[in-house]
C-alpha cells in the first residue's frame, strides 16, 4: 500500500503563527510528522498552508527541504505578489494556491477567478479551496470554469454534498482528508465522488488535525481499504494525487 500524503501541516513556531478565530495550534514540526507516519508507506505528500501560517513562506521552504523532492507546498499568497516570488516558490517546490474561506488567513474569494488563472497560466499550480460544500452554488459558475480546482476535506458537510458532486463530475478534485471534522456520512460520500470521477478523489493524512473533533486515525486508511478494490484505494491512496501534484 504506497500513500501520497495530499494534506498535512507542519507549524514551526521559528516561524510567525497567527492565531485564528481565537485559535492557537501546538508545536508540529518536521520530525513529529515522520515519527508518527512512520509505520505508514508514505512515498511523497503535500504540505499545506493553514489559516495560522498567513502569507508566511519561510516555514514552507524550510520544511520542503526537509521532506525531500518527493514532497510539494501548497501555500497562501496575496494577490499583489510579484511574478518572480511565485516562479520562485515553484522552483522550491510549491505547486498549489490556497483559499481557505472557513477559517481565513488566506487571499479573499473575490480573487479567485483572477488569482487561480494567474497562476495557473504562470507556474501550473492549481488552486485548493476549504470551503463547506453548502457554500459552493455562489461560485459554482467561477470554479467550474477555471483551470484546476481541488476542495479540501470532502466539502465539510452533508448538505453540500449535491453541490460538490456536481463540480466533481466537472473535473474538480477533493480531497479524502479531514474524516475526524467533517459532517457527512463518510463511506456514502466516498463512493459518490468516486463512481462520479474515478481520478477525483485524493487521500490526506490532514495531520496534526488542527480544531478536529478526532485526529487522523489508521482507520481512516481502513475505510478507504474496505470500501474499494485494490486498483481503486491506490488511485485514492497515491495516483490521483501523485498525477494532480506532478508538473
Same mark, same amino acid.
Given at each position: 500500500?504506497?500513500?501520497?500524503?495530499?494534506?498535512?501541516?507542519?507549524?514551526?513556531?521559528?516561524?510567525?503563527?497567527? +492565531?485564528?478565530?481565537?485559535?492557537? $495550534?501546538?508545536?508540529?514540526?518536521?520530525?513529529?510528522?515522520?515519527?508518527?507516519?512512520?509505520?505508514?508507506?508514505?512515498?511523497?505528500?503535500?504540505?499545506?498552508?493553514?489559516?495560522?501560517?498567513?502569507?508566511?513562506?519561510?516555514?514552507?521552504?524550510?520544511?520542503?527541504?526537509?521532506?525531500? $523532492?518527493?514532497?510539494?507546498?501548497?501555500?497562501?499568497?496575496?494577490?499583489?505578489? $510579484?511574478?518572480?516570488?511565485?516562479?520562485?516558490?515553484?522552483?522550491?517546490?510549491?505547486?498549489?494556491?490556497?483559499?481557505?474561506?472557513?477559517?481565513?488567513?488566506?487571499?479573499?474569494?473575490?480573487?479567485?477567478?483572477?488569482?487561480?488563472?494567474?497562476?495557473?497560466?504562470?507556474?501550473?499550480?492549481?488552486?485548493?479551496?476549504?470551503?463547506?460544500?453548502?457554500?459552493?452554488?455562489?461560485?459554482?459558475? %467561477?470554479? +467550474?470554469?477555471?483551470?484546476?480546482?481541488?476542495?479540501?476535506?470532502?466539502?465539510?458537510? +452533508?448538505?453540500?454534498? $449535491?453541490?460538490?458532486?456536481?463540480?466533481?463530475?466537472?473535473?474538480?478534485?477533493?480531497?479524502?482528508?479531514?474524516?475526524?471534522?467533517? +459532517?457527512?456520512?463518510?463511506?456514502? %460520500?466516498?463512493?459518490?465522488?468516486?463512481?462520479?470521477?474515478?481520478?477525483?478523489?485524493?487521500?490526506?493524512?490532514?495531520?496534526?488535525?488542527?480544531?478536529?473533533?478526532?485526529?487522523?486515525?489508521?482507520?481512516?486508511?481502513?475505510?478507504?481499504?474496505?470500501?474499494?478494490?485494490?486498483?481503486? %484505494?491506490?488511485?485514492?491512496?497515491?495516483?490521483?494525487?501523485?498525477?494532480?501534484?506532478?508538473?
Amino acid at each position: 500500500m504506497r500513500i501520497f500524503d495530499a494534506h498535512f501541516h507542519i507549524i514551526d513556531f521559528d516561524f510567525p503563527i497567527f +492565531e485564528n478565530q481565537g485559535y492557537t $495550534p501546538s508545536s508540529y514540526i518536521v520530525t513529529d510528522y515522520q515519527n508518527e507516519t512512520a509505520d505508514l508507506n508514505i512515498l511523497g505528500g503535500a504540505i499545506v498552508s493553514g489559516s495560522f501560517h498567513g502569507f508566511d513562506q519561510e516555514y514552507l521552504l524550510k520544511a520542503l527541504k526537509q521532506m525531500g $523532492p518527493t514532497f510539494c507546498g501548497v501555500t497562501q499568497l496575496p494577490f499583489t505578489v $510579484p511574478d518572480d516570488e511565485i516562479v520562485s516558490l515553484d522552483n522550491n517546490g510549491v505547486r498549489a494556491l490556497r483559499f481557505n474561506i472557513k477559517r481565513g488567513g488566506s487571499e479573499d474569494l473575490s480573487k479567485l477567478d483572477y488569482f487561480a488563472r494567474r497562476v495557473y497560466d504562470l507556474v501550473g499550480w492549481h488552486s485548493e479551496l476549504y470551503i463547506d460544500a453548502k457554500e459552493l452554488p455562489a461560485i459554482a459558475s %467561477t470554479i +467550474e470554469n477555471l483551470p484546476a480546482i481541488s476542495i479540501d476535506h470532502l466539502g465539510i458537510s +452533508e448538505e453540500g454534498l $449535491p453541490h460538490l458532486l456536481k463540480l466533481v463530475d466537472k473535473g474538480i478534485h477533493v480531497k479524502a482528508t479531514g474524516f475526524g471534522r467533517v +459532517e457527512l456520512n463518510l463511506e456514502d %460520500t466516498l463512493k459518490s465522488i468516486y463512481e462520479t470521477n474515478p481520478d477525483a478523489l485524493m487521500f490526506g493524512t490532514d495531520l496534526p488535525s488542527t480544531r478536529a473533533k478526532r485526529p487522523f486515525d489508521y482507520e481512516d486508511i481502513a475505510l478507504i481499504q474496505d470500501l474499494f478494490d485494490e486498483k481503486a %484505494t491506490d488511485k485514492i491512496l497515491y495516483t490521483n494525487a501523485l498525477k494532480w501534484y506532478s508538473k
